[in-house]
């Protein structure tokens, strides 16, 4: 794939994980503030097996600076709390997807858990308190659940991607 094919997917799949962070935000399906099922999180997911573990961390940024511009939660604790979730689980979904053990599925599980540790440490530092830990094993229950359902999208992603591109490319 030439640079200019990458780096427009690329965009575009940067693209996709803002309106699913935004459009996430929006729908309060799981009743614990702040938690969300991940969708975005597909697209970081993509991102690590298309191009490599850099570029995935990166997308996590730029996803979480836009967003947080878009919705006024620039340097909030909000923000913190989301940079720090994306950045550990992209960190530890490298790791182990570089391992090529789990499977997507549960890249995305250890991805999930990972960012609610992220979380809860940014929030014990933004907020100045431990209270943020009685969070922990509701949104640790809710990880599960939430890596397996974006992994299996995640997964099925993949190979629609894979088979347009075979015929579009």
Do not use: C
């Not at 604790?77 to 790791?95: E, K, Q, R, T």
């Not at 359902?149 to 579009?168: A, M, P, Y």
Request: no cysteine.
């Amino acid at each position: 794939m030439s640079n200019v094919k990458k780096l427009t997917l690329y965009s575009n799949l940067l693209a996709v994980a803002i309106v699913l962070n935004v459009l996430e935000s929006w729908i309060n399906v799981i009743p614990v503030p702040g938690a969300k099922i991940g969708l975005a999180n597909i697209v970081t997911l993509v991102v690590l097996v298309l191009y490599n573990p850099k570029d995935s961390i990166l997308l996590v940024v730029m996803r979480v600076v836009i967003v947080s511009l878009l919705t006024g939660r620039l340097l909030s604790p909000v923000f913190y709390m989301s940079l720090s979730g994306g950045i550990f689980a992209s960190i530890a979904m490298a790791l182990i997807y570089k391992l090529n053990y789990f499977g997507i599925p549960g890249v995305s599980i250890i991805g999930s858990l990972f960012h609610t540790f992220g979380q809860i440490i940014a929030g014990i530092f933004v907020i100045g308190s431990v209270a943020v830990l009685g969070y922990l094993p509701i949104m640790l229950a809710i990880s599960i659940p939430a890596g397996i359902v974006t992994g299996l999208i995640t997964v099925k992603f993949l190979d629609v991607l894979k088979n347009f591109t075979q015929v579009r490319m």
